[in-house]
Structures are given as structure tokens and as C-alpha cells.
Nanobody, 121 residues
């Protein structure tokens, strides 16, 4: 069982940056690929970014590629999402998720509670 706790959300203006963090419980963090998803009001939850267990590969949705960066610190059991050039279209609840696999598939088994990101125009 993996427990995930996100932090770092908030209210920012268009063009701003935010960094989300997600701390995972457990001793085998590096065995899990980690993902970030988001869900905007009235929309389905969507994949944002993923990183393999050892951090050697990453994947991004087209909507965030070039603006967002996912990274991880396995010594700290933490995954990050650096978000730059934010726009109102990025407003959503952001979820950290863990996959019981080393490599990214976008189908996680464990979810955090989510953190709200609101971007004002």
C-alpha cells in the first residue's frame, strides 16, 4: 500500500509558476512509476505527466509539454511537478498517482487526495 500526499497548489496569475510536491509512504518508492493527473470542473481526469521509477524516462501530455517538468527524488520519496507559464486552462485539481510498475503506463493503482491549482487571467 502506498499513501500519497500532495502540496504546493494555490491561486496564481497567468504566466506564473508553481511547483507541486507529492510525498509517498513506503520503502520501495523507486519501484513505482509516478504520475500527475488533473481534473478541471466538468471534465474528466486527464494524464499530465509521468516518470519512471528510476527517473530515466518521462512522458507529458501535449497540453503541458514544454511548460511542465516532472522530476523525482527517490531518497526523499518525493515527486515534483514544476509548472511554468500557467494559463487559466491549467486550473484543476492536480492528483499525484503511483503505478506498481517501473515504467510509465498512465494507469496508476494509488492516488493522492489532490491539490487545487487556480490560475486567474
Amino acid at each position: 500500500q502506498v499513501q500519497l500526499v500532495e502540496s504546493g497548489g494555490g491561486l496564481v496569475r497567468t504566466g506564473s509558476s508553481l511547483r507541486l510536491s507529492c510525498v509517498a509512504s513506503g520503502r520501495t518508492f523507486s519501484n513505482y512509476a509516478m504520475d500527475w493527473f488533473r481534473q478541471a470542473p466538468g471534465k474528466e481526469r486527464e494524464f499530465v505527466a509521468g516518470i519512471s521509477g528510476r527517473g530515466e524516462s518521462t512522458s507529458y501530455s501535449d497540453s503541458v509539454k514544454g511548460r511542465f517538468t516532472i522530476s523525482r527524488d527517490n531518497a526523499e520519496n518525493t515527486v515534483y511537478l514544476q509548472m511554468n507559464s500557467l494559463s487559466p486552462e491549467d486550473t484543476a485539481v492536480y492528483y499525484c498517482a503511483a503505478e506498481r510498475k517501473l515504467y510509465i503506463t498512465g494507469t496508476p493503482q494509488y492516488w493522492g487526495q489532490g491539490t487545487q491549482v487556480t490560475v486567474s487571467s
